[in-house]
T-cell receptor
Framework: GQNIDQPTEMTATEGAIVQINCTYQ??????LFWYQQHAGEAPTFLSY????GLEEKGRFSSFLSRSKGYSYLLLKELQMKDSASYLC????????????FGTGTLLAVQP | DAGVIQSPRHEVTEMGQEVTLRCKPI?????LFWYRQTMMRGLELLIY????????DSGMPEDRFSAKMPNASFSTLKIQPSEPRDSAVYFC??????????????FGPGTRLTVL
């Protein structure tokens, strides 16, 4: 089976850097995605990793270590609008299109 | 370009009634997904289609739920009869899975269903 773990909640300060971790246990690996979801809205795609290493996209970066079953999302220069839930999702190795989502990390950015 | 379109955005109904949720995927996408999100269970995949064909419906809770995709630009999720525990936000998402490039799923705005 698949299992994805993320912290439930995190708090950070405007302008700071925050790292949101995600660990997964799957029977294989076929890609990992990060989504952002503001309250009352749909999840929006942030980034994905297939190979080990860091993928940078502006203020957001995502890191993957396949051997450790570990990923993190790094948010720099935090802004109030970054307050949202961040969902880690692993692509099911047995089905190319199926994503298994974690329960999400609710990030609160404070002034 | 238009994103994934869902209707209605909000639905309030009484227990026992039939509910039909609608989705129009992004033009050119060939995979469509129906998800349900609740506070308790998070985001769960109910069913997904490739090229209008249902591929995996293992997430469909029970026989009260059914989904169809009669053509590439339209899908429905039906609940009959509805129950209070079906209250949730239902999302539709789509992607293009042709080729070997990994692509993201893009979500619609969701339908907030309340069953009284």
């Amino acid at each position: 089976g698949q299992n994805i773990d993320q912290p439930t909640e995190m708090t950070a300060t405007e302008g700071a850097i925050v790292q949101i971790n995600c660990t997964y246990q799957t029977s294989g690996f076929n890609g990992l995605f990060w989504y952002q979801q503001h309250a009352g809205e749909a999840p929006t795609f942030l980034s994905y990793n297939v190979l080990d290493g860091l993928e940078e996209k502006g203020r957001f970066s995502s890191f993957l270590s396949r051997s450790k079953g570990y990923s993190y999302l790094l948010l720099k220069e935090l802004q109030m609008k970054d307050s949202a839930s961040y969902l880690c999702a692993v692509r099911d190795p047995g089905a190319t299109n199926k994503l298994i989502f974690g329960t999400g990390t609710l990030l609160a950015v404070q002034p | 370009d238009a994103g994934v379109i869902q209707s209605p955005r909000h639905e309030v109904t009484e227990m026992g009634q039939e509910v039909t949720l609608r989705c129009k995927p992004i033009s050119g996408h060939n995979s469509l997904f129906w998800y349900r999100q609740t506070m308790m269970r998070g985001l769960e995949l109910l069913i997904y289609f490739n090229n209008n064909v249902p591929i995996d419906d293992s997430g469909m809770p029970e026989d009260r739920f059914s989904a169809k995709m009669p053509n590439a630009s339209f899908s429905t999720l039906k609940i009959q009869p509805s129950e209070p525990r079906d209250s949730a936000v239902y999302f539709c998402a789509s992607t293009d899975n042709r080729g070997v490039t990994l692509r993201a799923q893009y979500f619609g705005p969701g339908t907030r269903l309340t069953v009284l």
